[in-house]
C-alpha cells in the first residue's frame, strides 16, 4: 500500500498547492508527505513540483501523471465499493462537511446513531458556514442549504426548510416591529448577516402578494458563523434570517418572536452534494439515506 498513499499524498499536494496543507489533509506530518513525494519522484525518476521557499508548482510530468494518479485512485474506490457491496459489510472512512447550524443540531447527533448500525466505517465531519469545494477539500458528501453552484457534482434534495425572520422582545420594543418588507431596507432597521469571503450581497427573498421580493438590507454585525448571529439576535442586537429549525427553541421560549410573518422568508432547499462517478461508494449511499430519513423525522 505504500505506493498508493503515495500517490495519495501526491494527489492531494496538487489540488491543495501546498505539502503541509495535504498533510493535515491526510493526518500525517509535513516531512511524511515530502517523503512520500521523493519516493514517487524517485520512483518515476522525475520532478513532479517545482519547490520554492513561497511556491509549490507542478511539473509538466507532474500535470500529466496527475491525470492518471486521479483515474487509479478512481479505479481503486470503484473496486473497493464492488468488494463492499458483495461482502455487504461497508467500512472505511467518510467526509463530510455541514454548514454549522445544520450540522449542530441535525447532522452531527445522527452520526453516532450510524456508526451503531455500521461500526466499521468511520466519519470525519466538517462544519463551517463557507462555502466548500468538495474536491479541494476531499470531501464525500456535502450536505447544505441553498442552491449549489457547481453543477458537476450530483445532487440529492432531502426537504425544502421553513424560514423565519426573527429578533428579541427587547429589540422590537426599542426598534419597532417592522410592517412592511420595506421597513428592512434603508437602515431603518438593523439586520445580521452571515459574510464571508465570496459571500453574495445581502438580499433577503420574502413571499408579498405580487411575488417573491429580494429585500436589500444591512445592519451593523457581520459574521461567518451561523450560531453567532442567533446569539445576537439574542441578545437584541438585531433581526435574522434562519431556517425554523435553528432557532425553534428560542422561539417557543420567547427568547425570540417572529417577524413580519405576513411577508415570510422564502424555504430553503436542503440537500446535499456527492461526487460523481459510475459506481456510487456503497457506504456513501448508506449515509446519505440514513442521513435523509433521519433528518426529516428530526425537523421540526
Not at 36 to 54: A, D, G, K, M, P
Not at 153 to 173: M, N, Q
Request: proline residues 7%.
Amino acid at each position: 500500500m505504500a505506493y498508493l498513499d503515495n500517490v495519495k499524498t501526491f494527489v492531494r499536494v496538487f489540488e491543495l498547492g501546498s505539502m503541509s496543507a495535504a498533510a493535515r489533509d491526510q493526518r500525517i506530518s509535513a516531512a511524511v508527505a515530502s517523503s512520500r513525494i521523493s519516493q514517487l519522484e524517485e520512483h518515476l525518476n522525475v520532478r513532479l513540483f517545482l519547490r520554492t521557499t513561497r511556491q509549490l508548482n507542478p511539473t509538466e510530468q507532474g500535470l500529466l501523471f496527475y491525470r492518471g494518479a486521479c483515474k487509479i485512485l478512481e479505479a481503486v474506490e470503484e473496486a473497493e465499493a464492488i468488494v463492499n457491496e458483495v461482502t455487504q459489510t461497508p467500512r472505511g472512512t467518510i467526509y463530510v462537511a455541514t454548514p454549522l447550524g445544520l450540522g449542530r443540531r441535525l447532522v452531527g447527533p445522527a452520526i453516532p446513531l450510524f456508526k451503531e448500525e455500521y461500526p466499521m466505517v468511520d466519519i470525519r465531519l466538517r462544519l463551517s458556514d463557507r462555502k466548500l469545494d468538495m474536491a479541494a477539500e476531499g470531501l464525500d458528501v456535502m450536505f447544505f442549504l441553498g442552491v449549489p453552484e457547481d453543477s458537476t457534482l450530483r445532487i440529492r434534495k432531502i426537504a425544502d426548510c421553513s424560514r423565519v425572520l426573527c429578533a428579541a422582545p427587547d429589540y422590537i420594543a426599542r426598534k419597532g416591529m417592522p410592517q412592511t418588507a420595506s421597513d428592512l431596507s434603508g437602515g431603518k432597521h438593523d439586520c445580521l448577516n452571515l459574510r464571508y469571503p465570496g459571500a453574495p450581497e445581502f438580499q433577503w427573498p420574502l413571499q408579498s402578494p405580487e411575488g417573491v421580493r429580494r429585500v436589500p438590507v444591512q445592519g451593523p454585525f457581520e459574521s461567518d458563523d451561523g450560531d453567532v448571529l442567533t446569539e445576537w439576535a439574542v441578545s437584541g442586537q438585531g433581526i435574522i434570517l434562519k431556517p425554523y429549525f435553528e432557532v425553534a427553541d428560542h422561539l417557543a421560549s420567547g427568547a425570540l418572536v417572529p417577524v413580519l410573518t405576513n411577508e415570510p422568508p422564502v424555504p430553503v432547499q436542503l440537500a446535499c452534494l456527492y461526487m460523481h462517478r459510475k459506481r456510487q461508494d456503497p457506504k456513501v449511499r448508506l449515509l446519505i439515506d440514513f442521513m435523509a430519513e433521519k433528518i426529516l423525522k428530526d425537523l421540526p
